[in-house]
């Protein structure tokens, strides 16, 4: 990490706030190779598309199947974590394609992604950031945003899944396209509208920082994005926080909940929110604290909520995430932790870190 920060504003509020810009300019200037990755999508007429990540870029890569599958893309889209990819391969035929997803565009499983996939001679595509570092050849690079500062990715992650539902829109090729993509490229605006929830977020992070652990609930893609919640107050606050699937956690999990934990349910208006709401009841009868993000005039059991822009729902994980970072950073910086260095300001961390390479 270059430049590194020891107080507030820590480098991963910086790129929070810079995700309007970056995902505009993402969208701006790959759009000719979006359009190319699109053919060739279109030329070879796969069956299958997986989107092959890990940590972060694994949660953008199953926000964006979900994408494929809420909009009808016409093409059975999978994310499959990198490790797994490559360590228990699937027979590729030519009736695959791959997108491998990877900020860095350096680490060790979705390098061998990659070469598996050119291996067996399949269209295949890298969404990576802005850097040196080269695919191999005949690999459609998609390069979003500038290398993220802080180790809790923020940036990367909204502008790799903006960039990856603009090549599902535009491989459809449908009669929706268009209202689709008009709707995509206008994801900066709602990206700056979401954070305007920061005071809010703020004031809720600052309340419930003394809370044990905290859980994130979602339905559908929503769940993605209740993992990828879990996953930055993990590597910001460094405490228990886990991200489920509702029916998930109705089935079992709420057994662990404690009067002295968060639940946070991430609700906006869709199919699962009734659901939701079944848990939120319960925790309450636990005597848990609950927050509901929420893009519209839903009624849930909860003793505060975060109002983000409605949109599409298979645009939605967008934007509930903004708000969740945020959450996240005023979390740790309440916490009085340093959101961007990953731990490795103490020395055991350190060492631990160098026993295993990524």
């Known amino acids: 990490m270059t430049d590194p920060r020891s107080q507030h504003p820590f480098w991963m509020r910086e790129e929070i706030h810079e995700q309007p810009d970056a995902v505009a300019a993402a969208l701006t200037d790959q759009a000719e190779g979006i359009a190319r990755m699109a053919a060739a999508l279109r030329a070879a007429r796969p069956r299958r598309l997986f989107l092959v990540g890990t940590g972060t870029s694994f949660h953008a890569a199953q926000c964006a199947a979900w994408f494929a599958r809420l909009e009808h893309v016409p093409l059975t889209t999978m994310a499959v974590p990198a490790h797994d990819f490559v360590t228990y391969p699937i027979a590729l035929t030519s009736d695959d394609a791959v997108v491998v997803i990877s900020h860095r565009g350096t ?105 044990q652990r905290v859980y994130f609930v979602g339905g559908g893609p929503h769940a993605v994005t209740a993992s990828e919640a879990a996953l930055k107050v993990k590597e910001t606050s460094y405490i228990v926080s886990e991200g489920f699937a509702v029916e998930q956690m109705l089935h079992g999990p709420m057994q662990a909940v404690e009067a002295s934990d968060l639940v946070v349910a991430v609700a906006p208006s869709g199919p699962s929110t009734q ?9 309450n009868e636990i005597g848990a604290a609950r927050i509901a993000v929420m893009s519209g005039g839903e009624s849930l059991n909860a003793d505060a909520s975060i109002q983000i822009p409605p949109t599409r729902e298979s645009l939605s994980p967008l934007t509930s995430v903004v708000a969740l970072q945020l959450f996240a950073y005023w979390a740790a910086v309440t916490r009085g932790k340093n959101p961007d260095c990953f731990r490795l300001d103490e020395p055991r961390y350190k060492r631990a870190s160098g026993r295993f390479a990524l």
């Not at 008009?182 to 994801?187: F, G, Q, S, T």
């Open 275 to 283: 659901r939701i709401g079944d848990l939120l009841n319960a925790a």
């Open 107 to 211: 680490k060790h499983y979705t390098g061998k992604a990659l070469e598996l996939a050119r291996a067996a001679k399949v269209v295949t595509g890298l969404v990576t950031g802005q850097g040196p570092h080269e695919a191999p050849a005949g690999v459609v690079v998609l390069r979003t945003c500038h290398q993220d500062r802080s180790s809790a990715h923020t940036v990367s992650y909204t502008s790799a899944l903006a960039v990856l539902m603009l090549l599902l829109a535009d491989y459809a090729d449908c009669s929706d396209d268009e209202r689709l993509r008009r709707v995509i490229l206008d994801l900066p605006t709602q990206l700056a509208a979401a954070l305007q929830t920061e005071a809010v977020v703020r004031e809720l992070a600052e309340r419930y920082a003394g809370r």
